[in-house]
């Protein structure tokens, strides 16, 4: 049996011509034989007699010879069509190509496949295209072993990753290449390691496909250090912006004052009220420096927050307990499912009195606040919604020391978050639809006890 796309050896002879012919012959035998019996029943045939045999034989030979080429011909032209798609070729088309025809449904037939494949031809070379002007610009290096781990295909980024170039790594091994222990993990992983274009964090992933029915590798290596470092520097310019202005805002009325009463002690007279100007003065630098005070306090107690010590706590009693602690307006708690989860109720106490402590700062002095909890699901959902004002703008409200209320110190949200986070959890903030108002919504992962 010969394999798929391999040539079958040529036969020794026309078999098949050899066939037909032998097949003419004997269907022809019988009458040959009954002519030759009534012509030796004759004693002395005739000289036109044999003439006219002889004319009939060449007659049989011709016809059997149109009979051939009817018979053959079709035959090479389906073998130049099939041999034409076999190699790729789908531009040949055979011209006997007719409904109700034996010969003519065949080469129909095969236009058609010929049409069908050439159309899927182009349709797959443009996806490979397409994928191949992805793979060049996309900004993760990538690239394709065979089951030798020798390099088949490498990506620009991947280029710039190794400093080579594709056509010299070619064929390569995944060990000259320093990839072999990146080919042997199972999943997904974060590494440090130098590479000859960079050295950092890299997250490599490993995948498994078949080419040709052999088992193949795709390695995919992500550069996760200038994503941090733009992270990292976007986060530095932000922490630095609002450090700025929360210092400006203490300094400069320090110094100004300073600087009063620096000059009201310099003069030989001094007024007769010296003393309570400069007891105010002495008090403005008292109230600017304890506003410093709590910023920094604020600031290490964002920056010092523990993982949470998880235990078993009831809900309803805890949300309870922090709804009276409100004191400034009554907080109206709507009683949900009993729940006996999982968490930590000191931090969440925390995060819950922030919450209600903006919430209760955008409903004063006429609006309510109103405390809900559900289970949706696998979800905890805990909702602070309040009669406020809603929303002016969301962009700064999780920028730590970020705050529009006066004396605020701006890390309530950003703690709140963080300890939501810490237990698996999000927390969203919106407007509220039906009305002007604000919904906080905590969402954590309910694992019931």
């Known amino acids: 049996m010969n394999s798929p796309g391999q040539s079958p050896p040529r036969a020794n002879g026309t078999r098949f011509e050899r066939r037909l012919l032998s097949d003419v012959a004997l269907t022809l035998l019988p009458s040959l034989l009954l002519i030759a019996w009534l012509l030796c029943q004759r004693s002395a045939p005739e000289t036109g007699l044999w003439m006219v045999v002889g004319v009939a034989a060449l007659l049989t030979l011709g016809l059997v010879s149109r009979l051939r080429d009817h018979v053959v011909f079709p035959l090479y032209t389906l073998s130049n069509l099939l041999e034409a798609l076999r190699e790729g070729d789908y531009s040949l088309r055979g011209s006997r190509a007719q409904r109700g025809d034996a010969i003519g449904d065949v080469v129909w037939e095969v236009n058609a496949l010929s049409q069908t494949l050439r159309e899927q031809r182009l349709r797959v070379e443009e996806a490979s295209a397409l994928l191949g002007k992805i793979i060049a610009a996309i900004d993760i290096a990538m690239f394709s072993f065979d089951h030798h781990q020798q390099l088949h295909l490498i990506n620009p980024a991947g280029e710039r990753l190794l400093q080579v170039r594709a056509d010299d790594v070619a064929g390569g091994s995944a060990d000259a290449l320093g990839l072999r222990e990146c080919l042997q993990i199972d999943q997904a992983v974060v590494v440090r390691r130098a590479f000859p274009g960079g050295a950092g964090s890299f997250e490599v992933r490993r995948f498994r496909f078949r080419q040709s029915g052999l088992p193949c590798d795709l390695l995919v290596i992500t550069d996760l250090s200038r994503a941090l470092r733009e992270e990292e520097r976007q986060t530095w310019q932000r922490l630095i912006r609002v450090l700025g202005h929360e210092l400006n805002n203490s300094l400069a009325p320090i110094k100004s004052m300073a600087g009063t009463l620096a000059d009201l002690t310099a003069r ?152 939501v986070e810490g237990h698996g959890g999000s927390l969203l903030l919106r407007n509220r639809d039906d009305r002007s108002g604000c919904i906080a919504r905590i969402e954590l992962p309910l694992t019931l006890v």
């Open 268 to 419: 030989p007279d001094l007024p007769g009220d010296w003393r309570e100007d400069v007891q105010d003065g002495l008090r403005v630098i008292g109230d600017r420096a304890e506003s410093l005070n709590r910023f920094m306090t604020g600031y290490a107690a964002l920056a010092r927050l523990p993982p949470p010590r998880l235990r078993e706590v009831e809900l309803a009693p805890l949300l309870a307990r922090v709804a009276r602690l409100e004191q400034r307006l009554q907080v109206t708690v709507q009683a949900g499912p009993a729940v006996v989860c999982q968490l930590d109720p000191d931090q969440l106490e925390q995060a819950l009195i922030n919450l209600l402590r903006n919430a209760a700062d955008a409903a004063l002095p006429q609006g309510g606040v109103q405390l809900s909890w559900s289970q949706v699901h696998d979800r905890l959902h805990i909702e602070v919604i309040d009669d406020g004002l809603g929303l002016a703008g969301s962009d700064n409200l999780f920028v730590p020391f970020f705050t529009t209320k006066p004396g605020g110190s701006g890390i309530g949200l950003v703690l709140a978050r963080q300890i």
